[in-house]
């Protein structure tokens, strides 16, 4: 008689359950036949990859990778979530984003996009950016101020834009016990972006007011974007954020609020990024701390963090920006994922000025193809319970309050800030990482990998810079800054020559010999905006000169497989040299090659080499 197993899967029944050493052991033969001799933890070790702040992702987790107990959501350390139904009720809140100084244009804008899904507004007010205060209400025309949430960001006219808001609200009947929203209160966050000392005070008095007033509005964003514009890392724009909100607890726990109050009135801000899982895990891990915070501070149960997150703007690309939708996307899925109570997706064409129509269109239709045709909000905490996960979660919690206990021990975020602590930190994780980049560890499609050199740059409307004129402050970063800069010198070129700078492709032997090289070589030039002349599709000794004349090029490379290099390479490099190639690379690792002056090759730096190549041209 056959007896039928408890789960029901006879055919996995009938199979031992194999071991890690027989799995190590498997890992180890393929790496053997790559040309790797490693053997036991080692072989697992090879497979790994390691991340910023120390931390490591291994190709294998099991049940005996553990973590601390997550606990259920909306409880306590509310790893798993603030709230209990998560967004299981109504989907995230599709926090869109607006920085119009026409309040016509805006108005416009805004009516548009609540009409098409977005649940809240994110109002720039004020300033160079911002509408006028006192063209908010005509910007607001039309909205229904009970229903649509608004959140500000108006650090330099806080008083006035708060006051305009209240204002609306009394005119149009809401209610105060409807208003929903932030003030956005953040000095804090606005000295990290502009050097001017912070001063709370203000802060402080509209954080009274909300409590006592306005039950459903927060007064103060704690916002860790600056941190990860200038180049931070997930730790440390976690271990910021904490040290943001423990400032703003002591101040507001200082002019008499008590734990509970003071901590409703803070609304946390992330960055999103394509990487989905550090982004699940950067929430996930956020909230586990600001519960610790909480109880550490006498008041477990208000641990309960709000979360806003923002798709990354260090992550969005001026060349090929239509890729940039794929990268909110993923930002957008980890977000959900990860448990945020509202995220804004930023346009695709973000990086170039302001957004079109259809650019906004399509950042909020992310949210919705999410939630309503993938279902991201139909589970709670969809992410629980995966080894993988609830591990990086807990390496990262670990990472971030090791660096929030560090900048306590500066004296607290104001301190860490103006003794360019902070500044000096995070400057040393973005070089580390613009090392990566420039050697292509950490590829960007459509600009150090698989470039379009050729495809007409998008244009828009250029956005005013909400902190031009700030006397300091972080700086900006962007993971395409220094191909950006490379692919504006060969535009340069273009528009005064007409021609943009050339290499010329001298693949030596038969296509199955030197495929793989050109195709590498190509798309390595062409991230600097060097266009590859690759005829005819072969070249020997006798040809090369001639056909490197007929390209128009300034320099050559030689692509082909190493028993073909070892016969022929010196002979065509010195055919080069003598038809007036300024320099002659050759891809592959570095050998013993007569005339030729460089190499080129995976891992190679690709800034540095491309750099060098447009100086050789002149190319200014």
């Not at 943001?244 to 734990?259: D, F, I, K, P, Q």
């Not at 990024?273 to 006498?298: C, M, N, P, Y």
């Not at 979660?393 to 104001?414: N, S």
């Amino acid at each position: 008689m056959t007896v039928q197993p408890a789960d029901g899967l006879s055919p996995a029944a009938a199979f031992p359950d194999p071991s890690h050493d027989q799995w190590q052991s498997l890992v180890e033969g393929v790496l053997r036949k790559s040309g790797k001799e490693v053997s036991g933890s080692a072989a697992e070790e090879a497979l790994s990859t390691t991340l910023e702040d120390g931390l490591t992702t291994r190709p294998l987790y099991t049940a005996h990778d553990t973590s601390p107990d997550t606990g259920f959501p909306g409880f306590a350390p509310f790893t798993r979530g603030s709230r209990a139904e998560g967004n299981a009720a109504g989907g995230w809140d599709v926090r869109q984003r607006h920085a119009l100084s026409d309040p016509a244009r805006l108005n416009e804008a805004v009516l548009g996009d609540l009409e098409n899904g977005v649940t809240s507004l994110w109002l720039t007010v004020g300033g160079p950016a911002g509408v006028p205060v006192d063209a908010l209400g005509r910007a607001l025309e039309g909205v229904y101020l009970d229903l649509a949430p608004i959140v500000l960001d108006a650090p330099a006219d806080l008083d006035a834009a708060a006051t305009e808001l209240l204002r609306l609200y009394g005119e149009r009947g809401v209610a105060r016990g409807e208003a929903r929203g932030t003030l956005g209160a953040d000095p804090l966050g606005h000295e990290a972006r502009t050097g001017i000392e912070a001063d709370l005070t203000a802060a402080v008095r509209w954080a009274k007011v909300c409590g006592q007033e306005y039950p459903g509005l927060r007064a103060i964003a704690v916002d860790a974007l600056p941190y990860h514009e200038a180049g931070g890392s997930a730790a440390e724009e976690l271990g910021l954020s904490l040290a943001t909100g423990v400032a703003y607890l002591r101040a507001l726990t200082g002019a008499g609020l008590g734990v509970e109050a003071a901590c409703a009135q803070l609304e946390f801000r992330y960055a999103a990024t394509a990487d989905q899982f550090l982004t699940i895990a950067k929430l996930r891990a956020a909230r586990r701390l600001w519960a610790r915070v909480a109880e550490a501070s006498g008041a477990p149960g208000a641990g309960a963090q709000r979360q806003h997150a923002v798709t990354s703007a260090v992550m969005m690309t001026r060349r090929d920006p239509w890729v940039n939708m794929l990268r909110t996307t993923l930002a957008t899925l980890g977000a959900g994922v990860g448990g945020a109570d509202s995220v804004t997706v930023l346009p695709f064409d973000h990086a170039l000025g302001l957004p079109d129509a259809f650019a906004r269109r399509i950042a909020r239709n992310t949210s919705t193809i999410l939630m309503e045709e993938s279902h991201l909000a139909r589970v709670i905490d969809p992410a629980g319970g995966s080894w993988y996960v609830e591990r990086l979660t807990d390496e990262l919690a670990a990472a971030a309050w090791a660096f929030f206990q560090e900048t306590e021990r500066a004296g607290g975020l104001p301190a860490a800030l103006r003794s360019g602590t902070v500044a000096e930190r995070l400057a040393a994780t973005w070089a580390a990482r613009s090392a990566k980049l420039a050697r292509r560890k950490e590829p960007v499609t459509g600009v150090s990998e698989f470039p379009m050199p050729a495809e007409r740059p998008v244009e828009r409307e250029p956005a005013p810079d909400p902190y031009a004129g700030a006397p300091g402050g972080l700086p900006r970063v962007r993971r395409d800054e220094a191909f950006e800069a490379l692919r504006s010198r060969s535009d340069a070129h273009l528009a005064a020559t007409g021609a943009r700078p050339k290499v010329f492709i001298a693949a030596l032997g038969p296509a199955a010999a030197h495929t793989a090289r050109v195709s590498f070589a190509v798309n390595l030039f062409g991230a600097g905006g060097i266009e590859a002349v690759h005829e005819p599709v072969s070249v020997d000794a006798a040809t090369a000169a001639g056909a490197f004349t007929a390209s128009g090029a300034g320099v050559a490379c030689l692509c082909s497989s190493d028993a073909l290099y070892a016969e022929q390479a010196a002979g065509v490099a010195g055919a080069l040299k003598s038809a007036g190639a300024a320099r002659v690379f050759l891809a592959g690792r570095p050998g013993e090659y007569a005339d030729v002056d460089a190499y080129v090759f995976a891992g190679c730096d690709a800034v540095a080499v491309l750099t060098s190549v447009l100086d050789r041209m002149g190319v200014a």
